[in-house]
């Protein structure tokens, strides 16, 4: 188990859990942006920034809960399927596991630079069994920024899983952040519309690929 309890309240957890049961999109200009595949992707505007929140609602078939949850808290693994991490590890900081995430961006971006904290807890919910993971971006002195890489300072990344009753999950995800620098925009829909699809598709097959170290 990753993270410190002190980042993360019970009620998070909670409401990641309650999204699997009923999406919260009422009450707040939830937009329909993509459904293809078995994913479904709602956008909400952030004010203050101008950016985009994203819920992401969906089932992956042939991964069950326990093991999507173990290869999404595999670091080290993520190094081998996921071929937008430049560099990615955890170390502890304050008496707290803290990861570094490098991504790498299209030529001529400057790459991003993530760091931040996660949890996860396996959960009972009326006896329904669900696995949550919650990060979002903490300042870390021993995690200077890098020359050349723009480090992103808000980020925030909710994970929800459990049983589709049958092989595979159900999966709820919410992230958002803010890249900073000059994102051109069709490069931002790209990453909304195709990214987070084909990032599901690609831990579907990370899954099957998996052989856990004992």
């Not at 190094?79 to 596991?97: A, F, G, I």
């Not at 084909?198 to 004992?214: E, G, S």
Request: aromatic letters at 14%; one cysteine or more; proline letters at 5%.
């Amino acid at each position: 188990m990753a993270g410190a309890a002190c980042c993360f309240s019970d009620e998070q957890f909670r409401e990641a859990c309650a999204e699997l049961q009923k999406p919260a999109l009422t009450g707040a200009d939830w937009q329909l942006l993509v459904e293809a595949s078995g994913i479904t992707i709602y956008r909400l505007l952030d004010q203050p920034s101008g950016l985009y929140e994203y819920k992401v609602f969906g089932v992956l078939e042939g991964c069950s809960p326990a093991l999507l949850a173990d290869v999404y808290m595999d670091l080290d693994y993520r190094k081998q399927w996921d071929q937008y991490v430049k560099e990615l590890y955890e170390k502890e900081s304050d008496e707290q596991m803290v990861a570094y995430w490098e991504v790498k961006y299209p030529f001529p971006l400057s790459n991003r630079d993530y760091v931040y904290t996660r949890q996860r807890r396996d959960l009972d919910v009326d006896g329904r069994k669900i696995y949550v993971v919650l990060a979002q971006s903490i300042s870390a002195p021993q995690f200077p920024e890098k020359s050349g890489v723009i480090r992103v300072k808000q980020y925030k990344q909710s994970l929800a899983i459990e049983s589709d009753g049958k092989k595979g999950s159900r999966v709820f995800m919410y992230y958002f952040d803010n890249p900073g620098g000059q994102i051109p925009s069709w490069l931002i829909n790209w990453a909304a519309k195709n990214g987070v699809p084909n990032f599901l598709k690609d831990m579907v097959k990370a899954c099957q690929n998996y052989h856990k170290k004992t």
